[in-house]
């Protein structure tokens, strides 16, 4: 067993639940549950009395459950809003191919009763209030974790007065890789008269940063245009004709028209959609607590969030308006919006084909 980003990490189911729940553990149901078109998801019930929930795709897809362990790591620790306990990731040389896997704690869903949109909708607000700069201390500041302490409002450094924007990790968004950080600056390019560029061997997701170099964007709308939207248009350029192409490089040139830099960088969930919030029973069954689920978070504009909710049949309206009584939106959301769900419908559009072109297309004319 080893650990991978504070989460326990085994190389087999069977090491897993032994380690965890002891040497007499056995698995006396397994039922199959639906949602989700990604990974294969289990309800397992153990000898134990307990009950766990586990994820499993194929063996080289490890990394999109070490992913979404940090994402729910992330949310745990602003302490605002629950998360699935996570018990470990894993992977097993088991049928025959072999696969991955992620363990959480099996939770018990219901029907949303009274209050429990107003109750989520404060939730979430504090969730885009709480401090992202611990996100960042590894690279700001020279500070390391466990330095001295970041008294930052948000992730602006009280000192420096930057904020950052992306996630210390790369992570997934539905299949697709999303990426959080800047892409380094190619050895070649650097004023230092040595050309390293040909080098080889680095390991994926290795960075070729000094120690000055910052790997997050300062700004909000360099990062949305780079690592969201230019990122999806390149993925689906095949999709489009040359006149179309030359619309979607108007608009990439004319962000700053359009969307604005926030009043302070929010962790946002990244996937906010229904499907992804869950209503748990807890004991007795007599309370509702809202549960967030497979997170692709990063730090942004919480307005990227709250456009998500809207795009996919959206939430109740008493959800938006508790919402905007804890935490206001900035005038001229609604006229944004649309740009922001532009990169869920583009991932859609790679992932899934051309019934999502016209909506794409719609958005793109929509800004010019």
Same mark, same amino acid.
């Given at each position: 067993m080893k650990t991978t980003?504070?989460?326990?990490?085994?190389?087999?189911?069977?090491?897993?639940?032994?380690?965890?729940?002891?040497?007499?553990?056995?698995?006396?149901?397994?039922?199959?549950?639906?949602? =989700?078109?990604?990974?294969?998801?289990?309800?397992?019930?153990?000898?134990?009395?307990?009950?766990?929930?586990?994820?499993?795709?194929?063996?080289?897809?490890a990394s999109f459950f070490t992913a979404e362990a940090a994402g729910l790591n992330a949310i745990k620790s602003t302490k605002t809003i629950e998360t699935p306990e996570i018990i470990c990731t894993g992977?097993?040389?088991?049928?025959?191919? =072999?696969?991955?896997?992620?363990?959480?704690?099996?939770?018990?869903?219901?029907?949303?009763?009274?209050?429990?949109?107003?109750?989520?909708?404060?939730?979430?607000?504090?969730?885009?209030?709480?401090?992202?700069?611990?996100?960042f201390e590894e690279n700001s500041s020279g500070k390391s974790k466990g330095g001295e302490e970041v008294t930052a409002e948000g992730s602006d450094n009280s000192k420096t007065g930057h904020k950052f924007y992306g996630f210390p990790k790369d992570n997934f968004i539905g299949r697709t890789p999303q990426q959080n950080r800047m892409e380094p600056a190619a050895e070649s390019d650097k004023t230092t008269g040595t050309d390293n560029s040909t080098e080889t061997g680095k390991e994926a997701g290795s960075s070729t940063f000094n120690k000055t170099e910052q790997p997050f964007f300062s700004s909000w709308i360099d990062f949305f245009r780079q690592n969201r939207l230019e990122v999806q248009f390149k993925k689906a350029e095949k999709n489009f004709s040359e006149g179309e192409l030359k619309k979607i490089t108007k608009l990439l040139d004319s962000l700053e028209k359009i969307i604005v830099e926030p009043e302070k960088p929010s962790l946002?969930?990244?996937?906010?959609?229904?499907?992804?919030?869950?209503?748990?029973?807890?004991?007795? =069954?007599?309370?509702?607590?809202?549960?967030?689920?497979?997170?692709?978070?990063?730090?942004?504009?919480?307005?990227?969030?709250?456009?998500?909710?809207?795009?996919?049949?959206?939430?109740?309206?008493?959800?938006?308006?508790?919402?905007?009584?804890?935490?206001h939106l900035e005038p001229g959301y609604e006229e944004r919006r649309d740009l922001y769900n532009l990169y869920h419908l583009l991932n859609h559009l790679n992932l899934f084909g051309q019934s999502y072109l016209e909506p794409v297309l719609s958005i793109v004319d929509e800004y010019l």
């Open positions: 980003e504070n989460v326990p990490h085994y190389q087999s189911l069977a090491s897993a639940l032994v380690d965890i729940f002891g040497k007499k553990v056995a698995i006396t149901n397994t039922d199959r549950v639906s949602g =989700g078109d990604i990974n294969k998801a289990y309800a397992l019930t153990l000898n134990t009395g307990d009950k766990i929930f586990m994820k499993a795709n194929a063996k080289d897809c992977t097993d040389d088991g049928e025959e191919v =072999g696969y991955s896997f992620l363990l959480l704690r099996y939770l018990k869903s219901r029907e949303p009763e009274e209050k429990f949109w107003e109750t989520f909708a404060e939730q979430l607000a504090n969730l885009h209030k709480a401090d992202t700069s611990r996100f946002l969930h990244g996937d906010l959609w229904r499907g992804n919030l869950m209503c748990t029973e807890q004991k007795g =069954g007599k309370s509702q607590t809202p549960v967030l689920i497979d997170p692709a978070v990063y730090v942004g504009n919480r307005e990227a969030d709250i456009a998500m909710t809207e795009l996919f049949g959206g939430f109740p309206e008493e959800f938006y308006q508790a919402y905007r009584a804890s935490f």
